[in-house]
């Protein structure tokens, strides 16, 4: 499990990560990912620095952050499923998974489980509208999901 | 007279030379290629319904309002987006539109207030406006469901919703009726180049957000209000309209701040004033502004203004309130009284570079044939003076060469000794919009200002010279032009006297102006020097843009000079995009010094001695003029502590505060029997007055400024003035009094008689200027339209003159008791003295002057953020507080001059320039130590402050 980490080290291993980055064409969105690789969210401090590296204001380094949904202002859980919402996939049964995964879970969207295992988070599509409904555990996509395939996938997330 | 409407052409004008002909709704229309259909359609006088289009920012494509069908295209394209085409043709309502549009208004209506009646925007709303434009009848969604409007839906609480933002003085911010166009954000982006403002979230969660979700006055906006312009709705809107609602007539007039003059619509509502807003027809601020112009106009209505005239005997005794005659036949008889008892000689007057151009020709006038001396200067002297000097002697005019728009046509800016986005904030929006599109930046300060490096913006060179060493540094990006054959040999063999060039040239390439031999004493480092004059040498276009940071050094016209070499020798006049510019402080100060306000020089700068000008004023005013240049103000002072000089009329300047060595200018007054002030407000030179006459502002009077860029622009009275008379009236009636002739009746008549005496104003009038908007001078018959652009075909003097420019360090140097260079500047929000800006909302952002300190000097002193610290020099001391940065080299402290409680002049010395007794403000040996409170002199000062401005009958004027 990781230890919470001071503000000062957020700060340190920001600034690393941001010069690592910053030669790149267009570097916001790669030191964003990995801001986000490194500590689960994006933290605050960090907006702060990326705007002074980059030579951006605030506001625009805040504009891009909130716009993308996969950017967390906070940490999540040690795992992160998410499930299909959109059309294709509530065609075929979206709905219930979601509500068996909230009731297997015991939570609703954008919540972590008490014991910090998992965050539930709803995605709009997925691009595996051929084989709905669809989810993603920590990156990893799973098709037709079913019963059996959601017990594997509880499973994982026990491990 | 009526509310001024500006046509909303929907996207910015293309300027491009080729044409091109479409047809739009059957109308034949020609219009440059590139234009947006919106803007063709608006030009041919179809207005095309719109929301998140305006001509002051880009197309951005997001309402959908906008379609139109071309023939022989598929779909519905945004008439804002899509460029025109030949032959194209357009229609701009169909049924099919008609549907699209009303289905999009649906939309919008169905998440947004229906309180028009209430709202602030009433009158003034492009959404109402919209909605009756498409017909809007019905909202088939219903106004249930998710929306941002309502704090509560159904007694539960709505996480939508979110609290107006009232932080900001001048403006609201309520997210509820925000349509999320973006118009704000690209305003903030494209016009003012802040960037404070973005959308966060996306889809129905998007909402503006100053910052990074902050509140606006914490956010990192700057409150130009470009933003509150460009909202279609009541989303962001001024207070004052909140407060009295929509104004119903307005007129085009000048901003009363700093030497860009931008121009505004004042919007009234009878008297009152409801809201400036930039016109976009200014030539010099294309519709753009700052806090101060846009919002900070308060002072005009502050419970400090005096309204009423005032005399007393001695300057201990509290103010007595008197009639206008009684104060004009007292001064009159006060100032013949002293003329009798000490010589003709024993008084004078101090023009204003706050007043307009006519008032200011009204006071030299008095002066040369009331008074019958030329004992009359202005604050000019205490700022740009050197350039006056400087530029008259290298391409024979004493102004800029250039306008603000030249700018667009830049590839290589060096701004030296300014702050643009502080101190000209308008112009510093154009510089770096010019910057964002590639050009590059050479910055050569003491300090590290916002554009060495600000949001898409970086200096390519940032040069952190030593305070005091401008002509040095100068001479040495001379050096490496010269010695490196980067110059413009051909542009100098056709315009510039070569053998005076060939005699400067042998001078800079001397191994001692060499970078490397000054970066010892400078403190630039050479091989930054050398690429910046690499940089300026080959990168195009080359323009410099200067302020008080040259010229308020002992060699401040020295440095004008070097700033002229180096133009010349890099080809870099008579074109857009060049020449050398400097930024002005005051919005007359150009125009004060054009009206003769040098004791020297009559209007249109012509020496006092030259008997053919004289002729035409001794024959038009019906005197005889003296041909001896009259006193300057250190010398009035001097003569004052003499006893040579007795009574002193000064109209809109506080010498006591903005003129250096306040301890000499206090002892000055101090020993005179008659001053008289001419102002808004009991300054602090007040306090040595035995009269004061209330002045007037911008708004209560008709004139002309005249601008940075020698633009000479209308000032438009919109109300009565409060104190009564307008200052030309003040100083005409002053004249009768000492039994002048004098009998204008409007200031127009001022005009023509100074067009009919200076010739570089030969074809100016009110009507001229009322067809025309503005015009920069000279404006005569070989100029009818005037002159954007100086030198164009050669300089006006004939042959450029090179000019050796050999670096003498200041007298003033640091030392182990005064080891630290103390420079000073402005800050945005505030202005000059602060007796306008601290009497407004705007002290929001800057309640006192703060030292900037690095930390190690701070560390060495043990002194803290926030502390209060003493500033002494030679001449004195005062406290303030710190500010730990590292904006400042080591070594190097800086502070603003706009609170009296500081009285930074206290600290600089009486050194000034060798050519034009310019005060050398920039540079002053400091210490600075930890304190616990004011000084003496600033206790005393604040105690004969308050006794001073006692006026019987009245409780204590509160400052």
């Given at each position: 499990m990781t230890m919470r980490i001071s503000a000062d080290e957020i700060t340190q291993r920001s600034h690393d990560i941001i010069r690592d980055l910053k030669h790149l064409e267009g570097p916001m969105l790669p030191i964003l990912h990995a801001l986000q690789a490194e500590f689960g969210h994006v933290p605050n401090e960090a907006k702060r620095i990326i705007a002074d590296e980059l030579n951006l204001s605030r506001a625009e380094v805040h504009g891009v952050v909130t716009f993308y949904p996969d950017f967390r202002d906070h940490r999540g859980g040690r795992h992160v499923l998410k499930i299909c919402r959109a059309e294709a996939c509530q065609s075929m049964g979206g709905d219930t998974l979601a509500d068996r995964v909230r009731q297997l879970l015991g939570i609703d969207f954008h919540q972590t489980t008490a014991d910090d295992a998992v965050t539930l988070e709803p995605v709009y599509c997925l691009g595996l509208c051929a084989c709905a409904p669809a989810a993603m555990l920590d990156g990893e996509v799973y098709g037709r999901v079913d019963e059996h395939c959601l017990s594997e996938i509880v499973g994982e997330i026990g491990r | 007279m009526t509310l001024i409407h500006e046509t909303d052409y929907g996207t910015p004008v293309s300027r491009s030379e080729k044409q091109v002909t479409l047809t739009i709704d059957g109308r034949s229309i020609t219009v440059p290629e590139g234009t947006s259909i919106m803007r063709a359609s608006m030009e041919a006088g179809i207005q095309v319904p719109k929301l998140c289009a305006t001509d002051m920012v880009d197309a951005f494509g997001s309402c959908r309002l906008c379609l139109v069908e071309v023939e022989g295209r598929n779909g519905t394209p945004s008439s804002c987006t899509t460029p025109v085409a030949p032959n194209m043709v357009v229609h701009t309502q169909t049924s099919r539109l008609k549907d699209i549009r009303r289905g999009v208004m649906e939309l919008y209506i169905s998440d947004h207030p229906l309180d028009c009646l209430t709202c602030a925007a009433n009158g003034d709303c492009e959404l109402q406006d919209m909605a009756g434009a498409v017909g809007l009848r019905d909202v088939r969604y219903g106004y249930e469901g998710g929306n941002h409007v309502r704090s509560r839906n159904d007694g539960e609480i709505n996480a939508r919703w979110m609290p107006k933002d009232e932080t900001n003085p001048y403006f609201t911010y309520d997210p509820s009726k925000c349509i999320v166009c973006s118009r704000c954000v690209r305003a903030c982006e494209e016009v003012q180049g802040t960037f404070a403002l973005t959308i966060e979230g996306r889809g129905f969660e998007s909402r503006v957000s100053p910052g990074a979700h902050e509140h606006f006055l914490e956010s990192e906006c700057v409150s130009c209000g470009a933003c509150v312009q460009a909202c279609p709705t009541a989303t962001l809107t001024e207070k004052s309209v909140i407060a009295i609602g929509q104004p119903e007539h307005s007129a085009v007039t000048t901003c009363a701040y700093c030497g860009v003059g931008c121009s505004f619509k004042a919007e009234m509502r009878g008297e009152e004033l409801v809201r400036m807003v930039p016109w976009k027809d200014g030539q010099a601020n294309r519709g753009h502004s700052c806090v101060k112009g846009r919002f900070a106009y308060g002072y005009a209505s502050?419970?400090?203004?005096?309204?009423?005239?005032?005399?007393?005997?001695?300057?201990?005794?509290?103010?007595?309130?008197?009639?206008?005659?009684?104060?004009?036949?007292?001064?009159?008889?006060?100032?013949?009284?002293?003329?009798?008892?000490?010589?003709?000689?024993?008084?004078?007057?101090?023009?204003?570079?706050?007043?307009?151009?006519?008032?200011?020709?009204?006071?030299?006038?008095?002066?040369?044939?009331?008074?019958?001396?030329?004992?009359?200067?202005?604050?000019?002297?205490?700022?740009?003076?050197?350039?006056?000097?400087?530029?008259?002697?290298?391409?024979?005019?004493?102004?800029?060469?250039?306008?603000?728009?030249?700018?667009?046509?830049?590839?290589?800016?060096?701004?030296?000794?300014?702050?643009?986005?502080?101190?000209?904030?308008?112009?510093?929006?154009?510089?770096?919009?010019?910057?964002?599109?590639?050009?590059?930046?050479?910055?050569?300060?003491?300090?590290?200002?916002?554009?060495?490096?600000?949001?898409?913006?970086?200096?390519?060179?940032?040069?952190?010279?030593?305070?005091?060493?401008?002509?040095?540094?100068?001479?040495?990006?001379?050096?490496?032009?010269?010695?490196?054959?980067?110059?413009?040999?051909?542009?100098?063999?056709?315009?510039?006297?070569?053998?005076?060039f060939e005699d400067w040239a042998a001078f800079v390439s001397q191994e001692a102006h060499s970078p490397e031999a000054t970066e010892s004493f400078t403190g630039v480092p050479a091989d930054l020097l050398r690429g910046a004059a690499r940089l300026f040498a080959t990168g195009g276009n080359g323009a410099i843009y200067y302020g008080l940071g040259v010229t308020e050094h002992s060699q401040g016209s020295t440095t004008v000079m070097a700033i002229a070499n180096l133009a010349m020798v890099t080809g870099n006049i008579g074109r857009p995009g060049v020449g050398v510019n400097p930024l002005r402080g005051q919005n007359n100060v150009q125009g004060s010094c054009d009206m003769g306000s040098f004791p020297h020089e009559l209007p249109g700068y012509r020496h006092i001695s030259d008997d053919a000008t004289r002729e035409t004023f001794e024959k038009l005013w019906g005197v005889t003029l003296n041909n001896e240049p009259g006193l300057r103000i250190p010398n009035m002072l001097d003569a004052a502590v003499e006893g040579t000089f007795r009574g002193i009329y000064i109209q809109g300047e506080d010498i006591l505060q903005s003129d250096p060595d306040t301890k000499h200018v206090s002892a000055g007054l101090a020993a005179m029997e008659c001053v008289v002030v001419h102002d808004l407000f009991l300054n602090e030179t007040a306090n040595y007055a035995h009269v004061f006459l209330p002045g007037s502002t911008f708004l209560e009077k008709d004139g002309t400024f005249t601008n940075a860029e020698r633009r000479i622009n209308r000032v438009r009275k919109v109300m009565t003035p409060k104190n009564g008379y307008a200052d030309w009236e003040v100083t005409q009636k002053l004249a009768q009094a000492m039994g002048l002739n004098w009998n204008y009746t409007h200031p127009s008549e001022i005009m023509d008689e100074i067009a009919a005496t200076t010739p570089s104003f030969a074809l100016v009038s009110y009507d001229y200027l009322d067809r025309m908007g503005s015009v920069q001078w000279p404006c005569d018959e070989a100029h009818p339209q005037g002159s954007p652009i100086m030198h164009v075909d050669g300089f006006v003097r004939g042959k450029g003159k090179f000019i050796r420019t050999e670096y003498v360090a200041t007298d003033e140097r640091t030392g182990p008791r005064f080891p630290l260079l103390l420079t000073t500047g402005r800050i945005l929000s505030q202005y000059n003295v602060g007796a306008q800006t601290r009497r407004t909302e705007n002290v929001a952002w800057h309640e006192e002057d703060r030292l900037e300190i690095h930390p190690h000097d701070a560390e060495q002193r043990g002194i803290k953020d926030g502390d209060w610290i003493k500033l002494a020099s030679r001449s004195g001391d005062t406290t303030l507080r710190a500010l730990i940065t590292d904006r400042v080299s080591p070594g190097v402290v800086y502070t603003t001059f706009h609170h009296p409680d500081t009285q930074a002049n206290v600290i600089t010395t009486d050194f000034s320039d060798w050519a034009t007794n310019c005060p050398e403000y920039k540079v002053t040996a400091v210490q600075v130590s930890p304190s616990n409170g004011p000084t003496e002199w600033q206790e005393d000062y604040n105690d004969l402050s308050r006794r001073s401005r006692r006026i019987a009958g009245k409780m204590e004027a509160a400052e």
């Open positions: - | 502050h419970k400090d203004r005096i309204l009423n005239p005032m005399i007393r005997e001695k300057i201990s005794d509290p103010w007595r309130e008197v009639t206008w005659e009684e104060a004009f036949s007292h001064v009159a008889t006060e100032f013949r009284r002293i003329q009798y008892q000490y010589g003709r000689d024993a008084i004078g007057g101090i023009t204003s570079s706050r007043c307009t151009n006519e008032e200011t020709f009204l006071v030299q006038k008095l002066v040369r044939a009331g008074f019958g001396n030329n004992n009359v200067d202005t604050c000019a002297r205490v700022c740009h003076s050197p350039t006056g000097y400087g530029l008259g002697q290298a391409f024979g005019t004493s102004a800029g060469t250039q306008n603000f728009d030249s700018v667009e046509h830049s590839d290589v800016v060096i701004v030296i000794g300014a702050n643009p986005t502080d101190g000209h904030p308008v112009f510093g929006s154009r510089l770096k919009k010019r910057l964002r599109q590639g050009a590059k930046l050479i910055v050569i300060d003491p300090r590290r200002i916002d554009l060495v490096r600000t949001p898409h913006v970086e200096a390519a060179y940032h040069l952190p010279l030593k305070p005091g060493t401008n002509v040095a540094v100068m001479t040495a990006l001379a050096h490496v032009i010269v010695t490196e054959g980067l110059g413009a040999e051909q542009f100098i063999r056709e315009r510039c006297d070569w053998s005076e």
